[in-house]
């Protein structure tokens, strides 16, 4: 078993939360220790007890222990755009090196540590990373969301050969139904998973209420 994931997709807003909760699930169901972070959180509402972000709240109550909310959430923002800019705005800097080292703090008494990126594979970070080079320092096997809606093809192939181009091993993709009244929706998948060289782990289907324990993925090799 892997010592974590890195969970991407091929857009915002295709659930990669929801399959990295569900992920958690499955992990913990298999008697593992599983813990979910989300490094970067852009879009935060600002409380009593400081920024908080729903994804990062929802990976805190997927996870198999109480975790201190800046042990999943390295950088968050109150403003919901690119996290680059977010941090710009803010007189921010995101360090790689301190979010892997928060990565090796979770990940140091064997827990599997899924960790969620921010829209996009190739999403920027600083004005000269990005998620991408965040998940090369990691290291981990990338599973990857795709968000079944007219144009999913095209972005799922994509992002597939950016991962696969930083040698990176994509262990395996979810199709998530984001519209249900996509047009094909069998036929989408069938050309996807003749084309991803990587296993289908789960189809969730349209869901107007989300409930990631659920979710019944098989889990990555």
């Known amino acids: 078993m892997a010592r974590g994931y890195f969970v ?42 400081g920024l ?10 997927a996870s198999g222990a109480s975790l201190p909310r800046e042990a999943v959430n390295v950088y968050a923002f109150e403003t919901p755009i690119a996290p680059h800019i ?6 921010a800097h995101i360090d790689l090196d ?6 090796e703090h979770l990940s140091e008494d064997g827990s599997c540590v899924v960790v969620e990126g921010a829209g996009g594979f190739l999403v920027p970070l600083t004005d000269s990373q990005s998620f991408a080079d965040l998940a090369v320092r990691l290291g981990l ?3 990857m ?8 093809i095209n972005h799922a192939l994509l992002t597939a050969e950016a991962i696969a181009r930083r040698r990176l ?8 139904r984001v519209d249900p009244e996509m047009a094909c929706f069998e036929d989408n998948i069938e050309s996807l998973r003749v084309r991803l060289d990587a296993p289908l782990l789960g189809i969730v289907p349209f869901l107007v209420s989300s409930d990631p324990g659920a979710i019944r993925l098989d889990l990555p090799r």
């Open 8 to 49: 991407t997709g091929t857009d915002t807003g295709v659930g990669k939360t929801l399959i990295a909760c569900a992920l958690l699930h499955g992990l913990r169901e298999q008697g593992l220790r599983a813990v979910g972070m989300k490094p970067v959180a852009a879009g935060c509402e600002r409380t009593a007890q």
């Open 52 to 61: 908080i972000n729903e994804d990062v709240e929802l990976l805190r109550a």
């Open 86 to 91: 977010a941090a710009a705005r803010e007189g």
């Open 98 to 103: 301190l979010i892997v080292q928060r990565f």
């Open 141 to 143: 096997p990338v599973v």
């Open 145 to 152: 969301v795709v968000g079944m809606r007219l144009g999913c």
């Open 169 to 176: 091993r994509l262990a395996g993709w979810v199709a998530n």
